[in-house]
């Protein structure tokens, strides 16, 4: 058999984080304010976070250090393993070669502190006392948790309401590293007041958290606003996965054909595909496939419409270009919390728009099958957000099977699902069902996208 565990020691531990926009064919369209309409600038963005997130988002610099400070808190973890998921290979019968980098390792259990650590960091560096946050499935919130607390920060999380409900452990996590945790739609701001009025037992959505969020962060001096996911500055930071993945497939003899990650705003597949999508981008490998995974029930990449959008439901964070559901969209109560958000990054949108990378949705009902086909070969639990990836690999390995290519597949195995045992629980006694797409309360939300300056 060959080798199944490709190890880093942590001097291999990458020392620069990648910034794809210095590779991109045409530049990203800018944020807009929104307020004015107008293209943002630095300034205007100073109120949520501190200058040098700022300024790495629009950075057009291909390497970027990663702060010593930093990179002590990310050894607690990394280097992460890759792995050879041999069994599941036999399970299928397929000549597929399939591999996974598994960043269920970090301390909350996902790849989320890849850049909460760094976030933290140069909130500190700047003098910022309290940071706020949302959280969809409690990954991002009880990521950002630790690492508030690693450099004594103070931090409070709106955690959608359904998942709050779904994940009490996780809301005690938070607690643990010493984190204030509330649902969302929540009485302490006025976003979550006036939903609560028009709907008391609204299930909150991501973009709602973040309008909580953001109100509450705007509103005081010595707070700051953090993001887990879509931003230039996130999806950079989560750049070490792919950079440790190169070193780890040539170990393993090999370089991917096939590159898959599960997507809610596109912060881990970003992070594990865009160091190997810059081969693609600079020529060197032309046919390398990069498939982006989302749920059916909020199919942003494959039903959405680019356009210009509010990044949250109240219409207080910056207007990204993207492919968008509407951000007044509240998407079906499926587990796979933080797959759960009506936009995407602009950078993932931007490569799906110039055909650089594919998209697909997939239904509940088949991602933990094959979840469940993960562990019971792989050993791993998956997060149900996880789950999405998997089921595309399984699907993908199966082509191979039918054709007979022995294709080699790496996808990003985003988090462990330890606190998502009622989902399982859910699945295995058969009290799962898929939803269909909400054709019609997109078709409603996507009329109130903000009107923009023409050309933009
Ligand atoms: C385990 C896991 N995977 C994936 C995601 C999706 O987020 P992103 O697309 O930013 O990686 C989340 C978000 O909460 C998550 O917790």
């Not at 780890?248 to 999508?277: H, K, R, W």
Request: glycine letters at 8%; charged letters at 20%.
């Amino acid at each position: 058999m060959e080798q199944s565990k490709f190890v880093l020691t942590e001097d291999k531990l990458p020392t620069r984080w990648y910034n794809i926009q210095a590779d991109l064919p045409e530049p990203l369209p800018p944020y807009l304010h929104p307020g004015t309409k107008q293209p943002l600038g630095p300034a205007d963005l100073a109120p949520l976070f501190p200058m040098e997130l700022i300024m790495q988002e629009v950075s057009q610099e291909r390497y970027i250090d990663i702060p010593e400070e930093v990179q002590q808190v990310l050894r607690l973890w990394r280097p992460t393993a890759l792995f050879r998921a041999h069994r599941l290979e036999k399970l299928l019968d397929t000549p597929a070669k399939i591999f996974y980098k598994y960043e269920g390792t970090s301390p909350p259990g996902s790849h989320k502190p890849n850049t909460a650590v760094a976030q933290a960091y140069y909130n500190k560096k700047e003098g910022i006392k309290r940071i706020t946050t949302e959280t969809g499935a409690g990954q991002w919130g009880s990521s950002l948790a630790f690492a508030c607390q690693l450099f004594d920060i103070e931090c409070k999380v709106y955690m959608v309401r359904v998942s709050y409900n779904q994940k009490p452990y996780r809301r005690i996590m938070m607690e643990t590293w010493g984190a204030t945790c509330v649902p969302s739609p929540s009485p302490d701001t006025k976003a979550g007041r006036d939903m609560l009025e028009q709907d008391p037992d609204c299930p909150g959505s991501l973009g709602l958290a973040i309008s909580e969020a953001v109100e509450d962060a705007v509103m005081r001096e010595d707070t700051h606003y953090s993001l887990g996911s879509v931003l230039n500055h996130v999806l950079m930071h989560q750049s070490v996965e792919g950079l440790e993945a190169l070193q780890q497939m040539e170990m393993a003899g090999y370089y991917p054909d096939i590159i898959i990650g599960c997507v809610g705003g596109g912060s881990n597949a970003a992070g594990l595909t865009f160091p190997f999508l810059q081969d693609k981008l600079t020529g060197k490998k032309p046919d390398l496939r990069v498939i982006y995974v989302e749920p059916d029930s909020c199919p942003t990449l494959t039903k959405g419409l680019y356009a210009y959008d509010y990044g949250d439901v109240a219409g207080m964070a910056p207007i990204a270009k993207m492919f968008t559901l509407g951000h007044t969209f509240m998407p079906p109560p499926v587990h796979a919390g933080g797959l759960r958000y009506h936009g995407m990054a602009p950078a993932i949108c931007h490569l799906h728009k110039l055909g650089f990378v594919e998209a697909r949705s997939v239904p509940q009902l088949a991602t933990f099958e094959a979840g469940i086909q993960f562990a019971r070969t792989e050993g791993i639990i998956s997060a149900p957000e996880t789950n999405h990836a998997i089921r595309a690999v399984i699907d993908e390995a199966l082509k191979c099977k039918e054709s007979g290519e022995s294709k080699v597949i790496l996808f990003n195995h985003s988090g462990h699902g330890h606190f998502d045992m009622a989902a399982y629980q859910a699945y295995l006694a058969g009290q799962l069902s898929d939803y269909a797409y909400p054709a019609d309360l997109v078709q409603e939300a996507l009329k109130h996208l903000p009107e923009v300056p023409a050309g933009l």
